[in-house]
């Protein structure tokens, strides 16, 4: 765990980091000689077309996309903001947790980079993603539904019906790919965890997961201020340490914490 951790912080930008980090945590727990519980089950039948779909849509989303970027096309945002989040909803793991990050890179620190190459890049101010993150905690559902506000706001600037496009978008294109691939997946899983090697993985698999989340968790941390000399800094950890100790010791809901925290940031002067 504590090697996912690290390794989640330092190559973030690189998205294979994590298969490759989940195949060796499975690697590693097969060292042992836990033995796996002998349960006879009938072996499911494989729907080997929802593997196929979400393989071309992959690959065809990939494609227009670039098309649209190397071509300037006119409006190509909606395109290309399909393509991104379908992209993060396929490479994505450990939840929500680990996509809010995901995001963050992709829309709002990425831009910041090549926007003097690409002006037209889809881009979501650092703020508005900070807010987004503390409202999806508030919204009863999966975390994946700040998916449906980043696809607002990336298009926000295209006019009110093309905000409400984009946030449909967001929200199709990050539950797709893990809707067809859990179809996939599942009767392949419930054929392989009879096995000894597969059930010994579940362990590290476990554990790098958790990695992976606590190293996200760090690695959008790092451009909030904390350690700085500022009173946004004692700001920002008295924050974190009040909705620690109210979430672990008091019954409030989360809902009035994001609340709470929404109107703090909106009344005090970030500096």
């Given at each position: 765990?504590?090697?996912?951790?690290?390794?989640t912080?330092?190559?973030?930008?690189?998205?294979?980091?994590?298969?490759?980090?989940?195949?060796?945590?499975?690697v590693?727990?097969?060292?042992?000689?836990?033995?796996?519980p002998?349960?006879?089950?009938?072996?499911?039948?494989?729907?080997?077309w929802?593997?196929?779909?979400?393989?071309?849509?992959?690959?065809?989303a990939?494609?227009?996309?670039?098309?649209?970027?190397?071509n300037?096309w006119?409006?190509?945002?909606?395109?290309?903001?399909?393509?991104?989040?379908?992209?993060?909803g396929?490479?994505?793991?450990?939840?929500g947790?680990?996509?809010?990050?995901?995001?963050y890179?992709?829309?709002?620190?990425?831009?910041?980079?090549?926007?003097?190459?690409?002006?037209?890049?889809v881009?979501?101010?650092?703020?508005?993603?900070?807010?987004?993150?503390?409202?999806?905690?508030?919204?009863?559902?999966?975390?994946?539904?700040?998916?449906?506000f980043t696809?607002?706001m990336?298009?926000k600037?295209?006019?009110?019906?093309?905000?409400?496009?984009?946030?449909?978008?967001?929200?199709?294109?990050i539950?797709?790919?893990?809707?067809?691939l859990?179809?996939?997946?599942?009767?392949?899983?419930n054929?392989?965890?009879?096995?000894?090697?597969?059930?010994?993985?579940?362990?590290?698999?476990?554990?790098?997961?958790?990695?992976?989340?606590?190293?996200s968790?760090?690695?959008i941390m790092?451009?909030?201020?904390?350690?700085?000399?500022?009173?946004?800094?004692?700001?920002?950890?008295?924050?974190?340490?009040?909705t620690?100790l109210?979430?672990?010791?008091?019954?409030?809901?989360?809902p009035v914490?994001?609340?709470a925290?929404?109107?703090?940031?909106?009344?005090v002067?970030?500096?």
């Open positions: 765990m504590l090697v996912s951790t690290t390794v912080y330092f190559f973030f930008k690189q998205p294979v980091i994590f298969p490759i980090l989940i195949v060796l945590g499975g590693a727990t097969n060292l042992s000689l836990k033995r796996i002998q349960v006879e089950q009938k072996p499911r039948k494989i729907k080997w929802n593997f196929w779909l979400f393989g071309i849509i992959f690959v065809v990939g494609i227009l996309s670039a098309i649209a970027k190397n300037d006119p409006n190509r945002k909606p395109i290309n903001l399909f393509e991104n989040t379908y992209r993060m396929s490479l994505v793991f450990g939840g947790q680990v996509l809010m990050p995901m995001m890179e992709q829309f709002s620190v990425r831009p910041e980079a090549i926007k003097t190459k690409d002006p037209n890049v881009q979501i101010d650092e703020n508005d993603m900070y807010t987004g993150m503390g409202i999806v905690r508030a919204t009863p559902g999966p975390v994946f539904s700040i998916a449906s696809g607002g990336a298009l600037d295209m006019g009110t019906e093309m905000q409400i496009v984009g946030c449909l978008i967001g929200t199709i294109a539950f797709l790919p893990s809707a067809l859990v179809l996939f997946f599942f009767p392949i899983w054929n392989l965890k009879k096995y000894a090697a597969v059930y010994r993985s579940l362990e590290g698999l476990n554990a790098v997961v958790v990695g992976i989340m606590v190293g968790t760090f690695y790092k451009d909030i201020s904390i350690i700085e000399a500022k009173t946004i800094s004692l700001l920002n950890v008295g924050v974190i340490a009040g620690y109210l979430l672990s010791y008091t019954r409030l809901p989360s914490i994001v609340a925290c929404l109107a703090l940031g909106f009344f002067p970030v500096t």
